[in-house]
């Protein structure tokens, strides 16, 4: 599995999380690789590594983003798919010493795939500020 199906995967599994709302982390870390067959060590350490870092700094991610929405936007106002594409990648450029370049490459291309219109642009736009701050 290459680095763009481990984060496409990773990405499904904080997706998943955002809509479910659980508690037990883990639980659902280990069903997830279940139910998609994951059986790649090093697929499974990253993903895991993402969810729980994510989960670790969650706080700090969401304001990051917060600050860097329009006045008039609020966390609540954007969908579940590009927050889950957001948070991604601020943990990968944070957090994981993932090259910003890769980090936002790949968001957009999250973002063509699974968002709405609009949401490669906004996914794009959120991430230049966060690295500017940065």
């Known amino acids: 599995m290459n680095r763009s199906a481990i984060r496409e995967n990773a990405f499904k599994l904080i997706y ?8 037990n982390l883990q639980e ?12 790649d060590e090093e697929a499974k350490k990253y993903i895991k590594g993402v969810i729980l870092g994510i989960n670790n700094n ?4 969401l304001n990051n983003i917060e600050k860097n929405l329009k006045d008039e936007w609020k966390l609540n106002r954007i969908s579940k798919m590009d927050l889950s594409i957001l948070k991604l990648a601020i943990y990968e450029i944070k957090y994981n010493d993932i090259p910003y370049k890769v980090a936002i490459n ?3 291309e999250l973002a063509k795939k699974y968002g709405e219109d ?12 966060v690295i500017k701050d940065i």
């Open 58 to 61: 969650k706080e700090e991610i």
């Open 28 to 39: 659902q870390i280990d069903l997830f690789f279940e139910s998609n067959e994951i059986k």
């Open 106 to 108: 790949e968001a957009v």
């Open 118 to 129: 609009k949401s490669k642009n906004f996914v794009n736009g959120i991430l230049a500020s």
């Open 16 to 23: 998943s999380l955002e809509i479910q709302n659980t508690e």
